[in-house]
């Protein structure tokens, strides 16, 4: 199933098939490829609802081309028909809008390097289709090609009322408009109505075409990847088809986010199991005198248990009246400075006094 579009096959006989583009038009969401791919398994009344910024205008007008050929096909603008989506609108036999949802057209553009023998070659180009996008609105409109030129040269919004005047829509109707967003400086006239800009989304683009290159993936590659991305989600084909019976449009958002539910608990006990050990260890570190700073542990807990051997010894041989070893190891403590080196010494003196003790009472 392709992210960025659904497709709602014919619940009942009779019922329109509903194709939804709701994102971008060409390699970053709807291409004129995988459209075709999804609309031959459909048979009967095809309905396109719309809510899209546009995109890449080959992939829009070649939508617009098989949509045309069909027999029955009603669109609709549910929210915006933007640049190359209003081309993919033009292509119904019936143009519904929503009353606050807005067309726009204008005329094409392109990005370019070269000389100026490039430059102008690219500019040949675009007035070629503009001429053929003139031709197309001229069919779905009740406006002459001068006309229309003119609205494409200033980037012309329409919205429902407008569109319907103009001959782009055949009917308007009142409904609540689907959310949304332009990115910023995307067009020159973008309307109020459009102008709230997701958080990060005029990066969005790049961020992606960064990801993709990032990544090794190239355009051809771009669905197997993204079959890829989403088998490695362990989202299993009976659960996408289940999913689209059941019309569930956020099912992958949803399933990632589970995912990513999933991570965050993994990652939260694994940093609670690290806090208990580490509390445990900081008891430990504490009962036996260390300093909680020390940098190795070990070396400091050996030296802490070695000491704590060497004053046992020094116990036992003071409580058998033999103090002169316990007066030595104290003058060699202070004169040493060093807790492993007398504490060795005092448990070899422990064990010699107890040696000594054994074989005196036999």
Request: net charge negative; no cysteine.
């Amino acid at each position: 199933m392709n992210q960025f579009y659904n497709i709602r096959a014919a619940a009942t006989e009779g019922a329109p098939n509903e194709v939804f583009i709701y994102d971008e038009i060409g390699f970053w969401g709807t291409t004129a490829q995988t459209f075709h791919n999804a609309i031959q398994a459909l048979s009967g009344k095809i309905v396109v609802r719309i809510n899209s910024p546009g995109g890449n205008v080959f992939d829009a007008i070649a939508i617009h081309s098989m949509l045309s050929r069909l027999p029955d096909v009603e669109t609709v603008t549910d929210g915006l028909a933007a640049s190359a989506a209003s081309v993919i609108f033009a292509a119904g036999k019936a143009r519904k809008m929503a009353k606050a949802a807005f067309v726009m057209i204008h005329n094409p553009w392109s990005y370019t390097q070269g000389s100026a023998d490039d430059m102008r070659k690219e500019a040949d180009i675009l007035e070629g289709i503009t001429s053929a996008l003139v031709k197309l609105y001229k069919g779905s409109s009740s406006k002459s090609e001068e006309e229309l030129r003119e609205m494409m040269d200033v980037e012309t919004w329409m919205d429902g009322d407008a569109a319907l005047a103009a001959g782009f829509a055949t009917e308007v109707f009142d409904a609540p408009v689907a959310k949304a967003s332009i990115s910023e400086g995307r067009y020159k006239r973008t309307p109020t109505a459009f102008a709230a800009i997701q958080a990060g989304d005029k990066q969005r683009t790049n961020l992606k075409k960064e990801l993709l290159a990032l990544l090794g993936v190239s355009e051809t590659g771009r669905e197997k990847f993204l079959a890829s991305a989403v088998a490695s989600l362990g989202v299993t084909d009976a659960a996408i088809e289940a999913a689209e019976k059941e019309n569930k449009a956020d099912f992958i958002s949803a399933h990632i986010e589970a995912r990513v539910k999933q991570a965050d608990d993994a990652r939260n006990a694994a940093e609670a199991q690290a806090k208990e050990a580490s509390d445990k260890l900081a008891a430990l570190v504490a009962a036996a005198g260390i300093d909680a700073k020390a940098t190795d542990y070990k070396a400091a807990i050996a030296a802490a248990i070695k000491t704590a051997a060497s004053k046992e010894a020094a116990e036992i041989l003071a409580s058998q009246g033999q103090t002169k070893p316990v007066d030595n190891a104290r003058a060699e403590a202070n004169t040493n400075h060093s807790p492993a080196a007398v504490g060795l010494d005092r448990v070899e003196a422990a064990l010699r006094a107890r040696r000594e003790a054994g074989n005196s009472n036999n």
